[in-house]
């Protein structure tokens, strides 16, 4: 019994230290499969990081040419509408024979039927208020001609959609207008028709779109500013924009998506602009 001790204990020396001569290989040989490992899952997730980041910033762009494109769409009805009140025949003849009065009357139902329009203005060929519905005690006779729709509308001739403003009657809401013209039998400018929509109204006009639990919408103007911002429908002042960079790439008619510190938020933000066409809106 104690010879078969002996012969054994050798064999385990033996072994041991042949294991432990080995060890470094098979350590080696462990790290080495354990970082190729790490490397792959490392890489596999970059690759599926780049991916998810690739369809958030493609959904949000979509998102946003859905947008521009709903807001286009509402525009051409609201100028529809606008030019239509100017084609009538009645309405057109008490322009040219200046009875602004009897004119404004046969807008009466407008409002009524159209919730969204605030207020109907009549001007002269000069800018001057001849008549408006509802009526605004000493509004009449007040000169326009300094407003941006009016010179819009008066250089080109045609329906014009103003940027947002904050109208100078009480109340003083949130305003943007289509100014239109009434022409003559003979062609000839008469006055001009404005209509007035509250910018509160671009929210119902754009609520059908998903922007996702965290994500918003702003809609901004011709002249950069921010008309409304779906996280703050209740901001009386109408931000200044102009200057920010992805503002810029949306007034020259760009689109895109990126990620960039929004300055409104104060933080990084998945961004997404896109125009909409026609109206230098966006």
Not at 1 to 12: N, R, S
Not at 59 to 85: C, H, M, N, P, Y
Request: glycine share 8%; aromatic share 8%.
């Amino acid at each position: 019994m104690a010879a078969g001790v002996m012969t054994v204990q050798p064999k385990l020396r033996a072994a041991t230290a042949a294991f432990v001569e080995r060890a470094p290989v098979r350590w080696i040989v462990l790290s080495l499969v354990t970082v190729a490992a790490v490397w792959t899952a490392a890489l596999s997730y970059r690759e599926i990081d780049r991916e998810l980041t690739a369809v958030a910033l493609m959904r949000r762009e979509t998102v946003a040419q859905l947008t521009a494109t709903i807001l286009a769409g509402k525009f051409d009805r609201l100028t529809d509408v606008a030019v239509s009140l100017t084609t009538r025949v009645r309405f057109r003849e008490l322009v040219a024979a200046g009875k602004w009065v009897e004119a404004i009357e046969l807008m009466r139902a407008v409002p009524r039927d159209l919730p969204l329009i605030e207020r109907l203005i009549l001007t002269d060929a000069g800018g001057t208020l001849r008549a408006d519905l509802p009526a605004i005690p000493g509004a009449r006779g007040i000169n326009l001609a300094s407003h941006e729709w009016f010179q819009g509308v008066r250089r080109d001739r045609r329906p014009y959609i103003s940027s947002a403003y904050t109208r100078v009657v009480v109340p003083r809401l949130n305003i943007f207008s289509v100014a239109v013209p009434v022409n003559n039998a003979r062609g000839e400018v008469t006055g001009f028709l404005v209509v007035q929509v509250g910018v509160k109204h671009l929210l119902e006009w754009v609520k059908t779109v998903d922007f996702g639990p965290e994500g918003f919408v702003c809609i901004v103007d011709p002249k950069g500013q921010a008309a409304f911002h779906s996280r703050y429908p209740e901001r009386e002042e109408i931000a200044d924009l102009s200057a920010t960079p992805v503002v810029e790439k949306l007034r020259r008619g760009g689109r895109g998506v990126e990620i960039t510190f929004d300055r409104t938020e104060g933080e990084d933000s998945i961004v997404a602009h896109a125009a909409v066409p026609g109206y230098g809106w966006g």
